[in-house]
């Protein structure tokens, strides 16, 4: 709790790259969400036409809906990815960051 | 049990009296002898959670963050239930069931906030912060200006949302259960009363379980039955839909739910960071034992709203199939030659944010319909309890705690003024809910996620990655977000033209998410970048041991004993 313990960390090589890792894995699967989500709503706004072709001939069912189910699964899987590398990596070298100090 | 308790339990039962007795005296016509007995049981089983919660509930972290004890997967339910809202359920499916696809483009929406609150938000906020987002926000600011800043912001969407709410619970629980809408807006107010008062996080916290595995399963068992029918073919649920709605095919492909790209974009940022700021979810992070847990909850919650929206976009396409051929479900007309016609897109009974109601009727019958009732009222009190315990903590933690009293004040004293601002919130909730009863409500969950992204988002974001935030910087942003997105919201076409009865809006777009957000950010930035003074250098040099802290855990909050 005491400031030098504080310093001592943001010196330490180990909470360094912890940090390098996480944030480049949360900007990397946040610029994803971004792109697309946005995609999609770019999608609606300027090709609503290509969103409504039907997937097959004689088919009712356009390309719209497998692309915005895509979406929802997206952004389920993303987090899945980012809970499973945490879990794992992160926790583990937040561990060895912590066991540093004490 | 404390006397208080008990009575408090006795006045809750005793308020739904006239509400049973009521829908006897009616009989028949618009009541609901299934639904009401389904009620009765969901009210008397939350009151027994909320008997056991008020003797768990000592202390203030008890009140706020259920002592810290609610698991990954708990509190992903809880999130679940705290944030599919009655609104979504019926609205969506409503939107589906008249427009098709445009019910899709508008539920993705409200989930790809999530990731983000993940990817940026859940983890630090859990390690930094105690009982409010705020504790974040001012970790290293001056604490005064900024509980004020955050404390109004909090206010600002709590009101909106539970304006929005509590009219929309007033007109539903009219409909389904045949009592009068100022009597079902009390009884709402009463409820939410009970849960938070006496049973604070804990009770509220189930309360939002108990609602999202009822709504889970109802809507599962809904779109089950539905694409049975179907032999478990969503083509051949979209084949016949096109042929029974007067649109057509036109519901297969967007239409005109998206009018510019602007509107696009900008809705998508509210519904996208909005999510990010809303107190009462952001709030549910701080009942979790560490950042781990409150990484998981996302994952959970995530899980549990997506597969919803995939349920409501199944049963939208069932109210079409099942519900437009058959005249029972409408308002009908009987002509000069003896035909009865009705309106397929218009003339459903109760409106078409009935179609999920209607189409439990007509897939499981009388006793499910009564099921999907209660289901709805539940939603809406988990939905206005979580809203109402986060108005009372800004209340008295950073307003009366940290404001007021300095950080001076005794557990007890804070608990009072909890209790006693739940008490104030629910009476103003019920005085809003009857003044706004025929005003058109809709733009208020809107209005409530732009206000969320552009004072709550900012401010929270940036002190959590920006070393540079300043409190001058942080507190001129934040009130011009808030300001811009009131303001454009009442010069726009849903308050100006709609309400106000102008010919034109000043403002052409329905959500100002897009330009209040970025005034928010550059004036955080800009007066933030500008401010040489004293307090400014401490505030940037208490920037490391908050990020060591925000990354690692270190000096976090910890599950309280018990």
Known sequence: MNESAYDRISRSPKFQELVRQRTRLATILSILMLVIYFGFILLVAYAPGFLGTPIGAGS?????????????????????????????????LNEEVLREVE | MHPIVRNGLIAGAVALLPVYAYAQSQGGAGVNTAAIIMFVIFVGMTLFVTKWAASQTKSTSDFYTAGGGITGFQNGLAIAGDYMSAASFLGISGLVFTSGFDGLIYSVGWLVGWPIVLFLIAERLRNLGKFTFADVASYRLQQTPIRILSATGTLTVVAFYLIAQMVGAGKLIELLFGVPYLLAVILVGIMMIIYVTFGGMLATTWVQIIKACMLLGGATFMAFMVLWHYNFSPGNLFNAAVEIQPKGDAIMRPGGLVKDPIS????????????????????????????????????????????????????????????????????????????????????????????????????????FLGFISAVAFATILAVVAGLTLAGASAVSHDLYYSVITKRQAADADVIRVSKISTVCLGIVAIILGYIFENQNVAFMVGLAFAVAASVNFPVLVLSMFWSKLTTRGALIGGFLGLASAVILVILSPAVWVTTFGNEAAIFPYDNPALFSVSLAFIATWFFSITDSSKTAQAEIAGFGPQYVRSQTGLGAEGASAH
């Open chain 1, 60 to 92: 009712v069912t356009t390309i719209g809906v497998p692309i915005g189910l895509f979406v929802i699964v997206s952004a389920f899987v993303l987090t899945g990815i980012y809970v499973a590398k945490a879990n794992t990596t992160f926790d583990r």
């Open chain 2, 264 to 367: 696009a974009i900008s809705l998508g940022i509210a519904l996208m960071f909005g999510t990010a700021g809303l107190p009462h979810i952001l709030m549910r992070f701080f009942t979790v034992a560490d950042a781990k847990a409150a990484r998981k909850s996302v994952f959970y919650a995530t899980g549990f709203i997506g597969y919803f929206y995939i349920l409501t976009f199944i049963i939208g396409f069932g109210a079409i199939v099942f519900l437009m051929n058959n005249p029972d479900f409408y308002t009908t007309t009987t002509g000069a030659d003896g035909a009865v016609t009705w309106d397929k897109l218009t003339g459903l009974v109760g409106g078409t944010n009935m179609a999920a109601v209607h189409l439990a009727d007509a897939v499981g019958g009388s006793l």
